[in-house]
């Protein structure tokens, strides 16, 4: 017998054919061969003696093959050439799918996108691949950039592991620029950050506690603050409104996320307010953010910079009885010094005025010091409770670790969208901040998955992304689902993101991507007056969310079954070579 190929999918000789027909008749073959892929098929072939005849036999349906049998090689495709991929209006069938199958599967996709009721001129682009071949099961639109929103946040979590490294902390230290003789510090006090975003009202009274203990009683120069290690950004997104809390400044020196405690009660016949730095434990007053209440019914909030000082004024009109809301601080150093000099007087410390230091003096020692938790945990909270603040800082903290050059929050997203890009040889995305607020970045699917398969697995995404039970039809939690998901969400008006990766139970891991976004031209004609709560967004997103979770349903039906080993696409050594028709 002429010595055959050694293939890696499976070769047996004289295979009896009529178990794989379907009138069930026909005699053996010589030698029956399911190739494991493309490529193997392509190696057996070539290495094939010429003079063997070949005869493609398909699944078999309406095939008659005689009592004799078939001389030569029978080549039976099977699971690994029967992928359907739904990519927009383009359906790519492997060879071996079934027409039955391909045509559902087409049908189905289009459905759910339709059924979703996202409006006329709405773009829904989406690619969910194996997370360990990277290997492209089904995509739509896979290339067209849409806003990520919050999905952001999944990149920059990426790129500040990258560049700070798994264990980096933030500390926050109380510096002395001359000696402590007798408890006297002769010199000022700086207070100096060094970008923590999670700097907590609570950290600071420690730290003024800490100060006590280093036996400082007094002080005979200024507090100052120094917020330098990271650029000042006056505020996340300019085309938000000036009193969401998810839009403050950010600098080298934050607390409480940078948001202000507004209190209000009715008291005779006007209202008691106060403005503090409250947290489980104190609640200091501050006079950096100053609220006045005006006998009107709208705007609710006007805002303006007096100096150093953040002056509100709310309309009498949307007080009721009694109330809080949290505002954003847009004099972070200010204000976190405001509310250190309450802690050192606590403590039975006088210093002098408060300012701002240009820099920390050469010759200045460290007193006291509070830290941050370990980045990944810092990061997990992030993702989890989708915290600008934290985003941004990091964001800015990983550019200012690569090298000087990034000194505004554009040119920071830019060297993190450079990064992206050299990363995985990818096209580069357009970025204009770290935590997805703006909603003029713009990232495609495939970019995104391609950094979940190639990047992912190495800095430990997985484990930081928050558990999304998978939700049906009412969007009500699915109960026994078969399917595991971490993921990370993302909604601005009228655009909605999910990224991440699904495991069924026992099943072929995958990561995905899915983007949608209303009409941008018209969304971004909304008065910004009225983009905290425009009509309408609410359902929308919850219409957007539901379409995800659908095709998550989806993926985890089709393609969620882990192919035999032996038909495993094979992995490849550089993300570039996801494999996705057109792209």
């Known amino acids: 017998m002429t010595e055959m190929p050694t293939p890696r999918g499976r070769l047996t000789p004289d295979r009896d054919l009529s178990e794989l027909t379907w009138l069930r008749v026909g005699g053996p073959a010589d030698w029956l061969f ?172 420690d730290l003024a506690g800490r100060v006590k203990a280093a036996g400082v009683v007094e002080v005979t120069g200024e507090l100052k603050v120094w917020d330098g290690a990271l650029p000042r950004i006056d505020r996340i997104d300019a085309g938000q409104p000036d009193h969401v809390g998810y839009n403050p400044a950010v600098s080298g020196l934050n607390l409480n996320f940078n948001r202000v405690h507004f209190e209000w009660r009715r008291a005779g016949g006007g209202w008691d307010v106060s403005m503090d730095a409250r947290s489980d434990r104190y609640r200091p007053a501050v006079t950096v953010s100053r609220m006045q209440v005006v006998s009107r019914a709208a705007p609710v909030y006007t805002y303006a910079d007096i100096g150093d000082v953040d002056e509100w004024t709310v309309a009498a009109g949307a007080l009721g009885g009694a109330g809080s809301r949290w505002l954003p601080v847009r004099e972070p150093a200010l204000y976190a010094g405001e509310v250190f000099a309450t802690f050192l007087r606590a403590q039975g410390i006088a210093t002098g005025g408060l300012s701002r230091a240009a820099a920390p003096p050469a010759g200045t020692r460290v007193l006291a010091e509070v830290e941050s938790v370990g980045l990944r945990p810092l990061l997990a909270d992030m993702l989890d409770y989708s915290t600008n603040v934290t985003a941004e800082s990091v964001g800015l903290a990983a550019s200012a670790a690569l090298g000087p050059g990034a000194d505004t929050l554009a040119a920071s997203a830019g060297r993190m969208a450079d990064w992206f890009a050299d990363g995985l040889g990818a096209r580069r995305p357009d970025f204009v901040d770290h935590s ?141 070579s996801l494999a996705c028709s057109g792209c």
């Open 34 to 205: 399911q190739p494991a892929d493309a490529e193997d098929l392509s190696d057996f072939l070539a290495a094939l003696d010429p003079g063997i005849p070949v005869f493609p036999m398909g699944v078999g349906s309406n095939l008659i093959v005689r009592d004799g049998g078939i001389a030569g090689v029978v080549i039976r495709l099977g699971r690994g050439f029967n992928q359907v991929r739904i990519e927009g209006a383009t359906v790519i069938a492997g060879a071996a799918a079934l027409d039955a199958q391909v045509a559902r599967r087409a049908a189905e996709a289009g459905r759910l996108v339709q059924e979703a009721r996202l409006g006329a001129g709405a773009k829904v682009a989406y690619v969910v691949a194996d997370a360990r071949t990277g290997e492209v099961l089904e995509s739509r639109a896979p290339l067209l950039p849409l806003p990520p929103a919050s999905v952001m946040k999944a990149v920059t979590a990426l790129y500040a592991l990258d560049a700070l490294g798994h264990g980096h902390r933030f500390a926050t230290r109380a510096l002395a620029t001359g000696p402590v003789e007798g408890g006297r510090l002769e010199g000022d006090l700086i207070l100096a950050g060094s970008g923590d975003p999670t700097l907590q009202t609570n950290a600071l009274a």
């Open 436 to 576: 997805g607020l703006g909603d003029r970045s713009r990232l495609a699917p495939y970019d995104m998955v391609r950094a979940l398969v190639a990047l992912g697995p190495g800095a430990g995404l997985a484990d930081l992304l928050e558990d999304v039970p998978v939700r049906g039809e009412e969007y009500r939690a699915i109960p026994d689902h078969p399917a595991r998901v971490r993921a990370k969400t993302g909604t601005l008006n009228f655009v909605s993101g999910l990224s991440g990766y699904v495991r069924p139970i026992g099943g072929r891991d995958m990561a995905f991507a899915v983007f949608a976004a209303a009409d941008l031209p018209r969304r971004a004609a909304i008065p910004r007056a009225q983009r905290d709560r425009p009509d309408g967004a609410a359902g929308w997103a919850r219409r957007a969310r539901i379409l995800q979770h659908r095709l998550i349903d989806r993926w985890t039906t089709l393609y969620g079954e882990v192919p035999p080993e032996g038909l495993r696409l094979r992995p490849r050594p550089r993300p570039a």
